[in-house]
């Protein structure tokens, strides 16, 4: 797969680019924090400590302590790409993740956002 790439970049900077993502459209960061907890089951500090560890998504997401039981309703494309049908588990979960920031992005509420 080519975009496997992807899995190998630095969480922290993926991360940096999604802050600047969300506060170009005027949402708090707070926000992104989030949707990162909910769906991965991250807290403040697991977050700050695999930002500060230089992790890639791959290991970002092996690391996270759960994938939340709702993340199957994180549907719409990314990219293209329908995020409830991509085939390879640890592409999907980045698309999920895509997928919620842009939601923060456009200001969703985050009971939406959070499949509430």
């Known amino acids: 797969m080519a975009n ?5 970049m630095a969480f922290s900077k993926i991360y940096s680019l999604y ?5 170009r459209k005027n949402q708090p960061k707070e926000n992104l924090d989030r949707v990162i907890y909910w ?16 992790v890639t998504m791959e290991e970002f997401f092996e690391q ?10 994180v549907t719409g494309t990314i990219c293209g790409v329908r995020v409830e049908d991509i085939s390879d ?3 999907q979960k980045i698309r999920y993740l895509d997928k919620l920031v842009d939601e923060v992005a456009k200001g969703k ?3 939406k956002i959070l499949r509430k």
């Open 39 to 54: 769906l991965t089951g991250y807290d403040e500090n697991s977050l700050q400590e695999q930002i500060s560890a230089d």
């Open 64 to 73: 996270a302590p759960f994938l939340n039981e709702n993340a199957h309703l």
């Open 109 to 111: 509420s985050m009971d």
């Open 89 to 91: 588990p640890l592409m």
């Open 4 to 8: 496997t790439k992807i899995f190998q």
């Open 19 to 23: 802050i600047q993502k969300i506060e």
